[in-house]
């Protein structure tokens, strides 16, 4: 064997030649630059330290409490307005004290929370800055042992290619997805869902896995800023009550002044709360009733009950539901939905083969009856939830455990169906288990593994 032969399979080690005789030889090899595979595992852990360090939820944090805050402000400045107009120097001037010193109080403990979460909040961004400071350096020092510059020639490979594509884009540009007309809806065309706006625990915190909240579309005087909230509290699958909140910073703090209207004193039983599809319409509550295919409607004044049956072969008791490709939400079957013109109900049948059917509920002369029926043709198990604006029934599906997808619409005024609308949301958690739209205030309210988060409704 030659010696140049071996010295050209021997280059990148160091190479000791020794000449027994002219027809063999030997090679000495050793390694100059050993890669430091302990380093390489430390990066790895420092980038998921830092990246379970910041997350949505630690900002959204800040921003709940800020809205907490600003809310109850306007609220104590119109308290001791009414206190100075009413003020008898009796007892309402004593009990109106009490109010506000309450109030003081919640606000002077807020604020207390906010500075030690601001401060928190820049600890951890000096921290995660020198993290990130520190992690570049060790990545830089790793690169030196790419002696075949695999890395810097993927770099470069990646920069052409988007390059490429920025460049095919700019020849021929996407259309952007086909969304409904404008119609009669009052906010202009549906265009995009932003957020999440607002994100908390609530009142008990990491209770309640299943559950709904929003705002009425069509308020009793005197409750315009009331929020609801329906946990079920029995087996994910029942409740009893609603619990009402004055305000959405009482509902973000927990304070709930007006308290539970009792639905029914046990759980489960008639005209119990089953699922977690629920909304609430013009001071009453629309829900799947108990162990039925219909649907109950709760008038909190009055505390009484009426429903309308379903068409025969509606799918319920768990055997309809909304599904994921991973799982299915039990006792999803019915989903109560609310939009500018009134409540709907979103079901399925045995007779339309698991499709989504979409109907008007209606308060008449003789209760509560079912309006005009509309038929799709998109399969309910292959949708993840479903909510109304201004007429159009919206259907959402899981793309994975951060991204959730618009991807249909049905329009009830001309009938048309869309299956490409592609309006794309952040989420918090991995499964939302209600949504619904209030016109109130244009936003999307998800109650999403005992955690209610909102979206911003986006018109044009």
């Known amino acids: 064997m030659k010696p140049t032969l071996l010295l050209s399979l021997c280059a990148l080690v160091t190479l000791s030649l020794q000449s027994r005789s002219p027809e063999s030889c030997e090679c ?27 997350s949505p939820q630690k900002a959204l944090e800040l921003e ?68 990130i400071s520190a992690i570049r350096a060790e990545l830089q020092e790793l690169e030196t042992y790419d002696t075949l510059q695999v890395v810097k020639r993927d770099q470069t490979n990646q920069r052409l ?35 999440p706006r607002i994100f908390t625990p609530g009142e008990y915190p990491g209770s309640f896995k299943y559950g709904a909240w929003g705002r009425d579309p069509k308020p009793v005087a005197g409750k315009e800023n009331w ?20 305000t959405l910073s009482s509902l973000v703090v927990g304070v709930s002044v007006p308290g539970n209207v009792i639905i029914h004193a046990s759980n489960p039983a008639t005209n119990t709360v089953q699922g977690p599809n629920v909304v609430m319409y013009a001071g009453a509550l629309y829900y799947n009733c108990y162990n039925l295919d219909a649907v109950c409607r709760f008038n909190l004044t009055s505390k009484t009950v009426t429903n309308v049956p379903l068409p025969k072969g509606t799918r319920f008791n768990s055997k309809g539901n909304f599904c994921n490709l991973e799982e299915c939400f039990p006792f999803t ?3 109560l939905a609310t939009d500018e013109s009134g409540v709907w109900v979103v079901y399925t049948t045995t007779q339309d083969h698991g499709n989504l059917v979409l109907s008007r509920v209606e308060e008449g002369t003789e209760g509560l009856q079912l309006g005009q029926t509309w038929y799709t043709s998109v399969y309910k198990q292959a949708v993840t939830n479903t909510f109304m604006v201004c007429g159009v029934l919206y259907a959402t599906r899981s793309i994975s455990k951060d991204t959730e997808e618009i991807f249909y619409s049905y329009d009830t005024a001309t009938g048309q169906e869309k299956f490409n609308i592609g309006i794309y949301f952040k ?28 979206y911003k409704v986006v018109f044009v």
């Open 227 to 246: 929020h609801w909230y329906v946990p079920l509290v029995s087996s994910n699958r029942f409740a009893h009550y609603v619990r009402l909140y004055s």
């Open 333 to 335: 079957d019915l989903d």
């Open 28 to 54: 000495e090899l050793s390694s100059t630059q050993p890669f430091p595979h302990d380093k390489l595992n430390t990066s790895e852990k420092n980038v998921e330290d830092c990246n379970n360090n910041v």
């Open 427 to 454: 989420k918090l958690f991995p499964n939302i288990y209600s949504l619904n739209y209030s016109p109130v205030d244009q936003m999307l309210h998800s109650y999403a593994e005992a955690n209610m988060v909102s």
């Open 161 to 195: 290619k988007r390059d490429l594509d920025q460049c095919r884009k700019g020849q021929d540009p996407i259309a952007p997805p086909t969304l409904p007309p404008h119609g009669s809806c009052p906010h202009g065309r549906f265009q995009n869902v932003s957020g």
């Open 64 to 131: 709940t409490l800020l809205l907490g805050l600003e809310r109850r402000l306007p609220q104590l400045e119109a308290d001791i307005s009414e206190l100075e107009r009413d003020d008898d120097g009796q007892l309402y001037g004593v009990l109106a004290l009490y109010v506000i010193q309450n109030e003081l109080t919640e606000i002077r403990l807020l604020m207390e929370k906010l500075n030690t979460t601001m401060t928190m909040h820049r600890q951890q961004a000096r921290d995660t800055a020198e993290q």
